[in-house]
């Protein structure tokens, strides 16, 4: 079954296949040209208008959340082309993009190299530390958003932990996920019209995400400071048993 609906207690959760999803990404990044920068990852290929609303509201219910000061360093996790660049580095101390696609990275980096205080990397994840960054000190704030989706929850955990290993004491991560509404949706080879392409992602439900963070971050400092849904306007909520959330966790140890 492409589409699986369960509940949050259930205690076999479907999971994905991690390879479907990097080549559901091989073939975004094929298609950059054709797409441009900002549908490829907005996934709106039929109504581009669409991309550059939710692009527009995503940075404006965001960046305040971000709170930027000019002091802070800042991991973005799934970068993409680099559409938080420009942003985050007007307004930070340094502005570091990953991401897992090597051609995404690539555009990334021409794109932006005008900015002398943004580095683009490509990583997993799954994996991530300082010293796989080229970092030696660590970051001030992680942005996240529309990663966790993509993973299953085992590395969803260890994703968590791995932030926090790249974070400082005082620090921040804000997350931006589409979430299920009362429901865990998970598709598996989900054929979408609007892409033309199959996809797999899990999408849970606000309750599963906070019962993974506490899991994961609980013990080391990290506490949920605040949530709440991202889109105003119905027409940016498209999806009738999803809704785009964020969520901020924070550490503040002495």
Not at 113 to 142: M, R, W, Y
């Amino acid at each position: 079954m492409p589409r699986i609906t369960s509940s949050p207690d259930d205690k076999n959760k479907p999971s994905i296949d991690r390879t479907e999803v990097e080549a559901f990404f091989d073939q975004r990044a094929k298609r950059l040209n054709e797409l441009g920068p900002l549908v490829t990852v907005i996934y709106q290929d039929r109504h581009p208008e669409v991309a550059s609303q939710k692009d527009e509201a995503d940075k404006r219910r965001i960046l305040p959340i971000l709170a930027l000061d000019g002091s802070q360093r800042v991991l973005d996790v799934g970068c993409g082309t680099g559409r938080w660049a420009s942003e985050i580095s007007a307004h930070g101390k340094s502005y570091h993009g990953i991401d897992f696609s090597k051609e995404l990275i690539e555009y990334a980096k021409g794109r932006y190299k005008h900015l002398h205080n943004c580095s683009f990397t490509q990583a997993s994840v799954v994996d991530l530390s300082l010293e796989k960054l080229g970092e030696t000190e660590p970051f001030d704030l992680i942005l996240c958003a529309g990663v966790l989706m993509y993973l299953n929850d085992a590395d969803v955990e260890t994703t968590l932990r791995n932030f926090s290993s790249v974070l400082t004491n005082s620090s921040r991560i804000v997350l931006r996920e589409p979430m299920g509404i009362g429901r865990r949706l998970t598709l598996k080879e989900y054929f979408s019209e609007e892409m033309s392409q199959s996809y797999s992602a899990i999408y849970r439900t606000i309750e599963e995400f906070e019962q993974l963070i506490n899991k994961s971050l609980f013990a080391k400092g990290f506490h949920v400071r605040g949530k709440g849904y991202m889109y105003e306007e119905e027409t940016l909520n498209n999806r009738p048993d999803t809704r785009q959330m964020w969520l901020v966790i924070e550490r503040d140890i002495d």
